[in-house]
């Protein structure tokens, strides 16, 4: 659903220009320091970046999930470590909060989160918590009005430069599955709570990604999102639900600039006394991904449509996820083997996208969970 559309596009058209402008040319120095300079990040605060999804009363702009999705579209035209440095507060580290944390809370940290003063992270999976992110091994062991938290995370987006942890553990030892597992709002500075430094990786430079170490980690009991003990793996699936389709508007931007660089090569580039852009085999590179790039986007925005009409979009999400992930890294693929020899060279935008979107197949669920999980509730259906 979009409010008012002048406002909305006059939104675009100012994050569009962001982006162009002030960080599309740091792409190569972000991608060779892994770092996103300060002072860009303060401009990300100045721009609104940080609060488009939080609600307007708590200093947000309170975006809808069509809105959101095409802010998400825009924003990851360029390297996705820019979106990434603002992007939980405006996705997954706050969704938690907005959908069920307490009034207190929310009045506490959305406004902090939406200026950007506070960088939030998501501290579910584990080392042997991943696809089966039940499998908490992280515990909260009750002490009067007190829990102690012990445990360790990985893989977690922000975490060595947040300041705001969204923590699950357990906190019944004798139940399993879903059940029994409560999330805790830990703030940096907390005795016990530590990030070791970022990790190295594949792509996504300047995004930093860590492991979340708690030990004997003492939190009130006022820290539980919502207040209620063992709603925490409900309170993640309703974020991870909305993440989803954020994830899958995120893996149609680069498609759209994988597909006008590849265009540009096209004409730009001679073989054979003509441009390739001539040759049919090239044409077809451009124009699968054209299309699939159209179909992905035409899915989130429906979904983000159905969602905002609250509808249960359970599993469009997941379709929303697989399909845009999986025509994302197809499109970049693509961008490689048309730019060629040169797309294998690490200053180019093909080489750098294509290493940049591979996690997308991974993360908020790999390709075979949500596999399975169409698969699942397609069955279901079908069976009522």
Request: proline share 3%.
């Amino acid at each position: 659903m979009i409010r008012d559309p002048k406002k909305m596009e006059a939104m675009l058209q100012e994050v569009r220009t962001f982006l162009r402008t002030e960080c599309m040319p740091l792409e190569a120095e972000v991608d060779a320091t892994d770092e996103i300079p300060e002072p860009l990040v303060q401009r990300m605060r100045e721009t609104g970046l940080f609060g488009h999804s939080i609600p307007e009363e708590y200093g947000g702009a309170g975006l809808t999930t069509e809105e959101l999705a095409l802010i998400n579209i825009e924003v990851s035209q360029v390297a996705t470590a820019f979106r990434a440095r603002f992007g939980g507060n405006t996705g997954i580290a706050s969704e938690s909060l907005v959908v069920d944390g307490t009034e207190e809370q929310k009045r506490k940290y959305l406004p902090l989160l939406a200026r950007g003063v506070v960088t939030g992270c998501f501290a579910l999976t584990e080392p042997e918590a991943g696809s089966d992110a039940t499998a908490q091994q992280t515990v909260a062991v009750r002490d009067g009005e007190h829990y102690v938290i012990t445990g360790r995370k990985c893989f977690i987006t922000n975490a060595p430069v947040a300041n705001l942890f969204t923590v699950f553990a357990r906190t019944d030892p004798a139940s399993k599955g879903a059940n029994g597992i409560t999330a805790f709002l830990i703030e940096r500075g907390t005795p016990g709570l530590s990030t070791p430094a970022a990790y190295r990786k594949m792509g996504q430079h300047g995004s930093p990604v860590g492991e979340v170490v708690l030990e004997q980690v003492r939190v009130h009991k006022d820290a539980i999102v919502g207040g209620l003990a063992g709603q925490g793996f409900k309170t993640a699936m309703k974020a991870l639900n909305k993440q989803r389709i954020n994830l899958a508007g995120l893996c149609v931007g680069p498609a759209v600039r994988l597909i006008d660089e590849m265009v540009g090569r096209a004409h730009s580039r001679k073989q054979f006394g003509q441009a390739i852009g001539e040759f049919q085999l090239v044409q077809q590179l451009i124009a699968e991904s054209n299309t699939e790039m159209h179909a992905a986007r035409a899915l989130v925005l429906e979904t983000a449509r159905k969602r905002d009409a609250g509808l249960d979009v359970t599993m469009e999400a997941s379709m929303c996820k697989l399909f845009a992930s999986e025509m994302c890294g197809r499109v970049a693929d693509r961008a490689v083997q048309l730019f060629g020899g040169g797309g294998y060279i690490s200053d180019n935008v093909a080489e750098r996208f294509y290493r940049d979107v591979r996690l997308f197949r991974l993360y908020e669920g790999t390709s075979q969970i949500h596999i399975t999980n169409i698969a699942k509730r397609s069955m279901a259906a079908l069976a009522a």
